[in-house]
């Protein structure tokens, strides 16, 4: 038995060796392994390191070459050809982030200053109810003479008092209840006996509200002050971007007319109401011819108040949108980057005046009211605010660029001005010496890839005159009727680049607007002489999704609204 006993206890002193010696093992195994992902881990960040000397190693060797090449009196390679001498890559990153932090802040003190709006009126309600219940003590004893009086009428007065303005579980509120429902029933004894002891239950409420109201101001206060800071940093970015342009804007305010201080933002509120028709009447017919499941008679009413809707809502519009347009000087101000001079002739308006139905946008649920030059001016506006020269004498401004008046005995010295402070110039050529006198200024007096110009379709004399005012001919072959057939765009020793506009045969666009075209081909164009921007044809919808977007901020404006409302009748 002892034998038997004694191998036992070896074998299980065995098998505890074992389990150490395997628990041993595991944790070596384990510690290996972390070692080994330290080690990878150190091998990821040295090979990071030594990336980022190699990007900044490329960076200071293409920096090097670049001032040489200044200095040699060439650009840079790769550049735009446009950008002048004394500017840098820093200088134009620096500036696209002043501009991105200026919104980012802008944003974060608009979303802040919302919700520290809603928390204060809450704040002000909760407060307002803690002060209006002070009064409470007083309706008791008016509540208690109804009672000795046997008066149902005041009795209910009070109660009614009391059920709006005290807490929801409120014991007060409720003794006051059961005392007016005795009272009701006759038994106004019982009912004194009710609100005995409310005095009690009264002061508990009132210490409850304060305690409320003071916790509601405690959430309101951070929001408050962080909104201020946010909003605060905001007017300093803004103030400084608008410093940016500030020799152009003095240039160009002394040819914007003066209107009344009133005027945009009323009608701008015209507009939002118009637009806010167009959503209504559009949804509504498109629920009453596809909402199969409803009834015939509310889908009649429906398609009645969508087609009621929609004929305002272009009315509205077209009377609203060229008095709330911005004008050329607040348009610059708005944005530090240089600006986009739009030219061209002004018999060219009609035509860019026309709004073109996009493919397949209804059965997408789209809608558009921009017209051609609109659409043009939103791809335009990923290098800046476009400004153009405006009609002598008309009494409202074309939509799209935002519009200055130049006199008309006079006015070739504020283009060969502004031709030197823009970034880009857009020409779209056309009949009038005029127009043509300015291709041989920008020619003469701009570097090359500062020139965009856009040939009309249908036009091959246009298109001959032009090779007679150019170096090299471009040879442009017009050949349709297209609102624009093609981009032309100059190398360094002016030679010409000429860039179709499609669509192209066998080319499939569900939402190619003519605009989006051209927007395509500019793009391409400029990205072929060192200029890059991204997404340009789908930027000519930007001001319809910014137009649609501030329609549904409508709604938690009329939220905030409603707030306001309900606390100025409260107090």
């Given at each position: 038995?002892?034998?038997?006993?004694?191998?036992?206890?070896?074998?299980?002193?065995?098998?505890?060796?074992?389990?150490q010696?395997?628990?041993?093992?595991v944790?070596?195994?384990?510690?290996?392994?972390?070692?080994?992902?330290?080690?990878q881990?150190?091998?990821?960040?040295?090979?990071?390191?030594?990336?980022?000397?190699?990007?900044?190693?490329?960076?200071?060797?293409?920096?090097?070459?670049a001032?040489h090449r200044?200095?040699?009196?060439?650009?840079?390679?790769?550049?735009?050809?446009?950008?002048?001498?004394d500017?840098?890559?820093s200088f134009?990153?620096?500036?696209?982030?002043?501009?991105?932090v200026?919104?980012?802040?802008?944003?974060?003190?608009?979303?802040?200053?919302?919700?520290?709006?809603?928390?204060?009126?809450?704040?002000?309600?909760?407060?307002?109810?803690?002060?209006?219940?002070?009064?409470?003590?007083?309706?008791?004893?008016?509540?208690?003479?109804?009672?000795?009086?046997?008066?149902?009428?005041?009795v209910?007065?009070?109660?009614?008092?009391?059920?709006d303005?005290?807490?929801?579980?409120?014991?007060?509120?409720a003794?006051?209840?059961?005392?007016t429902g005795?009272?009701?029933?006759?038994?106004?004894?019982?009912?004194?006996?009710?609100?005995?002891?409310?005095?009690?239950n009264?002061?508990?409420?009132r210490?409850v509200?304060?305690?409320e109201a003071a916790?509601s101001?405690g959430?309101a206060?951070?929001?408050l002050?962080?909104?201020a800071?946010?909003?605060?940093?905001?007017v300093?970015l803004?103030?400084?971007?608008?410093?940016?342009?500030?020799e152009v804007v003095a240039l160009?305010?002394?040819?914007?007319?003066?209107?009344?201080a009133?005027?945009?933002?009323?009608?701008?509120?015209?507009?939002?109401?118009?637009y806010?028709?167009?959503?209504?009447?559009?949804?509504?017919?498109?629920?009453?011819?596809?909402?199969?499941?409803?009834?015939?008679a509310?889908?009649?009413?429906?398609?009645?108040?969508?087609?009621?809707?929609?004929?305002?809502?272009?009315?509205?519009?077209?009377?609203s949108?060229?008095?709330?347009?911005?004008?050329?000087?607040?348009?610059?101000?708005?944005?530090?980057?240089?600006?986009?001079?739009?030219?061209?002739g002004?018999?060219?308006?009609?035509?860019?005046?026309?709004?073109?139905?996009?493919?397949?946008a209804?059965?997408?649920?789209?809608?558009?009211?921009?017209?051609?030059?609109?659409q043009?001016?939103g791809?335009?506006g990923?290098?800046g605010?476009?400004?153009?020269?405006?009609?002598?004498?008309?009494?409202?401004p074309h939509?799209g660029?935002a519009?200055?008046?130049?006199?008309?005995d006079?006015?070739?010295?504020?283009?060969?001005?502004?031709?030197e402070?823009?970034?880009?110039?857009?020409?779209?050529?056309g009949?009038?010496?005029?127009?043509w006198?300015?291709?041989?200024?920008?020619?003469?007096?701009?570097p090359?890839?500062?020139?965009?110009?856009?040939?009309?379709?249908?036009?091959?004399?246009?298109?001959e005159?032009?090779?007679?005012?150019?170096?090299?001919?471009a040879?442009?072959?017009?050949?349709d009727?297209?609102w624009?057939?093609?981009?032309?765009?100059?190398?360094?020793?002016?030679?010409?680049?000429?860039q179709?506009?499609?669509?192209?045969?066998?080319?499939?666009?569900?939402?190619g607007?003519?605009?989006?075209?051209?927007?395509?081909?500019?793009?391409k164009?400029l990205?072929?002489?060192?200029?890059?921007?991204?997404?340009?044809?789908?930027?000519?919808?930007s001001?319809?999704?910014?137009?649609?977007?501030?329609?549904?901020l409508?709604?938690?404006a009329?939220?905030?609204?409603?707030g306001?409302?309900?606390?100025?009748?409260?107090?």
């Amino acid at each position: 038995m002892r034998h038997r006993q004694a191998r036992h206890k070896q074998a299980r002193h065995r098998q505890a060796r074992r389990r150490q010696v395997r628990r041993r093992q595991v944790r070596r195994r384990q510690v290996r392994r972390r070692q080994a992902r330290r080690r990878q881990a150190r091998r990821r960040q040295a090979r990071r390191r030594q990336a980022r000397r190699r990007q900044a190693r490329h960076r200071q060797a293409r920096h090097r070459q670049a001032r040489h090449r200044l200095a040699q009196g060439s650009p840079p390679r790769g550049s735009p050809a446009f950008i002048l001498p004394d500017s840098t890559d820093s200088f134009g990153e620096h500036e696209v982030g002043v501009r991105t932090v200026t919104r980012l802040v802008t944003a974060a003190a608009v979303v802040v200053g919302y919700v520290a709006a809603l928390l204060t009126i809450f704040a002000g309600i909760d407060l307002r109810e803690a002060v209006e219940f002070d009064d409470a003590p007083a309706h008791l004893a008016a509540f208690r003479q109804a009672l000795d009086r046997a008066d149902d009428s005041q009795v209910s007065e009070e109660y009614l008092w009391f059920a709006d303005r005290a807490p929801s579980r409120s014991s007060s509120r409720a003794s006051i209840s059961l005392a007016t429902g005795a009272a009701h029933d006759g038994e106004f004894d019982l009912a004194t006996r009710f609100v005995g002891d409310v005095e009690a239950n009264i002061e508990e409420d009132r210490s409850v509200l304060h305690a409320e109201a003071a916790a509601s101001w405690g959430r309101a206060v951070p929001w408050l002050v962080v909104g201020a800071i946010l909003a605060a940093i905001a007017v300093v970015l803004r103030r400084r971007q608008r410093r940016a342009n500030a020799e152009v804007v003095a240039l160009v305010s002394h040819y914007v007319p003066p209107r009344p201080a009133w005027r945009r933002p009323v009608f701008m509120v015209v507009t939002g109401i118009g637009y806010t028709l167009l959503v209504v009447g559009f949804l509504a017919v498109v629920a009453a011819t596809r909402a199969n499941e409803l009834p015939w008679a509310a889908r009649g009413v429906i398609l009645i108040i969508g087609v009621i809707a929609l004929p305002i809502a272009y009315y509205v519009l077209r009377y609203s949108r060229p008095r709330s347009a911005k004008g050329a000087a607040e348009t610059l101000r708005d944005d530090s980057r240089k600006p986009v001079l739009y030219l061209r002739g002004f018999g060219d308006d009609p035509d860019s005046a026309v709004v073109d139905e996009l493919p397949g946008a209804l059965s997408a649920g789209l809608l558009s009211v921009h017209t051609r030059e609109e659409q043009l001016i939103g791809a335009l506006g990923a290098f800046g605010p476009v400004i153009a020269v405006g009609r002598p004498g008309e009494q409202l401004p074309h939509l799209g660029a935002a519009r200055f008046y130049l006199p008309g005995d006079d006015w070739q010295p504020g283009v060969l001005k502004l031709m030197e402070l823009s970034q880009l110039i857009v020409l779209r050529l056309g009949e009038g010496d005029g127009l043509w006198w300015e291709v041989d200024q920008a020619r003469a007096t701009q570097p090359p890839g500062k020139l965009v110009l856009l040939m009309p379709g249908g036009r091959p004399d246009l298109a001959e005159r032009l090779d007679e005012h150019l170096p090299t001919p471009a040879k442009v072959a017009v050949t349709d009727d297209r609102w624009t057939t093609a981009v032309i765009v100059f190398d360094r020793d002016w030679t010409p680049r000429v860039q179709p506009v499609g669509p192209f045969p066998g080319e499939r666009n569900r939402y190619g607007a003519p605009a989006f075209y051209v927007a395509r081909a500019m793009q391409k164009a400029l990205r072929e002489i060192g200029s890059r921007r991204r997404a340009m044809g789908y930027r000519i919808n930007s001001r319809m999704l910014v137009t649609y977007g501030k329609v549904l901020l409508l709604v938690p404006a009329l939220f905030l609204v409603a707030g306001v409302l309900r606390l100025i009748f409260l107090w």
